[in-house]
């Protein structure tokens, strides 16, 4: 897969893409990652990138020119170019399976108030968010969703993690707690019947505490 990321802050993208499962990925050549800086393409002397909103209000928006120009280098033929930004669709794991299925991904990242809606209108298919929260930048969000996307290719997590696994456990359902070595530490016990050996009645402890979190930490999954 052919990933490119449009940002202000590449060293965001670089950095955490670049480390650990993902940096293994890339070297592996599951995914060829091309992040380009959007100051290159600014404007004037001083590589003007944003402008005060027309009609008013607080903040700068990321001005079109910038944009449209840094995306006029990339071959998107083969292409879905997504915007990161709050005001986007929220990301879920089915968004993840779904990208994961894509040749080439282009990421555009907001920044202050958001980018000029004609870019938007013009040049994305589709808008997403992390959750409801907002971010100084969209950089952030885009190596979350990235990330999600690339452990899903095959080859990029080793067998040990393997990500088939969860895709057929419950989505509706948190996954209970784990315990490993040692079974006591500072007197705190690893629960009796992890230890039993007892396959069938450890399948059923297990489904009433992932049941139990679930209640506990995402009672809208239940409903
Ligand atoms: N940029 C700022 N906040 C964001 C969010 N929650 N998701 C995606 N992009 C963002």
Redesign the pocket.
Known sequence: MRIDVITLFPELITTPLGTSIMGRAREKQLVDLHVHNLRERGLGRHKQVDDTPYGGGQGMVLRPEPIFETLDTIDRSQARTI????Q?KR?SQADARRLSEEKHLVFL???YEGVDHRVVEHAVDEE???????????A???V??IDAIVRLLPGALGDEQSAVEESFSDPNLLEGPQYTKPAEYRGYQVPEILLSGHHGKIAEWRKEQALARTKTNRPDLLD
């Open positions: 915007l990161m930004t709050p986007g990301f990242c907001g920044h997403l968010s992390i959750g409801d929260y907002v971010l100084t930048n969209g952030i969000a885009a979350v969703v």
